[in-house]
């Protein structure tokens, strides 16, 4: 299981590739939260998202032996760049099984960094078939997009650098809001935050429909979704929480925070006038969240993630000119 020395330990081998992202605000964010609002913009992360820390967190503590014969990957999008690129890192070949409705810009980056693509069709296809079928037959390794250990801890490093920076701003306590998929980075951070600031809460955001975990925490089961396409929160959508993950997140973490998808389009937009970021719907949801459910967060201040800004062209616009400020 994870834990803090593993967090610590993907740190150093993390250090000198993964970027540290800063902290951001904006007073006109402010305004709107009632609070101040801190931004990790791990949209500026290598490939576009935080899913290259816990890619190449696990690439990284594969044996030499195994980690050359190759990885295999499921993804929509995100942490198949995040493989592909730690893969190329090492040198060594990966696979990355990607739905055939995953935005096209993902599947054409996940290319460009040198993996090999196969597409799938979620209605008709299997693709846990698919990918045994091909790790038996080259011997390569599954790196899991949330459910694994190294992976929670590589995106737990996000977590020490937002307790880091809160105490270097003497703030002590405030709720870190994170968007979630299957929990990696909320479980990963809620982790760090444990060790090194205990009176900051990590606390899940998802899109509605598919908020399987804010639902998983209130009941203390884990708790499916009723579908598992369909969101322009692709990046977010995952059947139902992690069987190490949820754990995690039932111990550490506070209540579960639900926005709906204009909302998720309207943070995007404010996200580029007031920040210059580019963000993606799903990685935008904990923003919607601090903006406008603030009313159900507790604190003077709150931290963000911008998970991820691998965003197809008509989507961004759309949000833009939707939600023009």
């Known amino acids: 299981m994870t834990d803090i020395t593993m967090i610590r330990a993907a740190a150093t081998r993390l250090a000198g590739h993964a970027r540290r992202t800063p902290l951001l605000s904006s007073p006109f964010l402010d305004e709107i ?13 290598h490939t576009g998202s935080f899913k290259y820390r816990g890619a190449r967190s696990a690439v990284s503590a594969l044996e030499e032996g195994t980690r050359a014969r190759g990885v295999i990957a499921f993804s929509s999008g ?36 040198g993996a090999e693509v196969v597409l799938y069709d979620r209605a008709t296809e299997d693709r846990d078939a698919i990918g045994a ?12 997009p949330f459910d694994e250990p190294q992976v929670i801890a590589g995106q737990g490093t996000t977590g020490l ?4 920076d809160a105490a270097a701003m003497g703030i002590t306590r405030a709720d870190v809001l994170v968007c979630c998929g299957g929990g990696g980075l909320t479980s990963g951070i809620a982790l760090s ?8 809460r990590a606390r899940p ?13 209130a009941s203390g089961q884990i708790e499916r ?9 692709d990046a977010i959508i995952t059947p139902q929480p992690g069987n190490i993950t949820f754990p995690i997140m039932q111990r550490l973490c506070g209540p ?22 580019v963000a993606e719907p799903g990685g935008a949801v904990a923003l919607a969240a601090a903006l406008f459910r603030a009313d159900q967060i507790e604190g003077e201040a709150v931290f963000v993630t911008i998970s991820g800004g691998n965003v197809d062209a008509d989507v961004f616009c759309d949000a833009l000119s939707r939600f023009a400020v």
């Open 33 to 45: 939260a009632g609070r101040r609002v801190f931004v990790k913009p791990e949209c500026l992360q």
């Open 193 to 200: 935050l444990e060790a090194d600031a205990l009176g900051l």
């Open 161 to 164: 650098e937002i307790a880091e």
């Open 225 to 233: 979704n009723a579908r598992t396409a369909g969101s322009l929160c």
């Open 78 to 113: 995100n942490h198949a760049q995040g493989v592909a690129l730690a893969a190329r890192q090492f040198g060594v070949p990966s696979v990355i099984i990607m739905p055939g409705d995953a935005p096209r810009m993902k599947i054409d980056n996940t290319r460009a960094l």
């Open 256 to 277: 579960g925070l639900v926005v709906s998808e204009d909302e998720a389009l309207h943070a995007v937009a404010l996200a580029f006038s007031r920040l210059k970021l």
């Open 133 to 144: 079928a091909l790790s038996s037959e080259r011997g390569l390794t599954l790196i899991k």
């Open 205 to 217: 955001c998802e899109p509605e429909g598919f908020d399987d975990v804010a639902r998983s925490l």
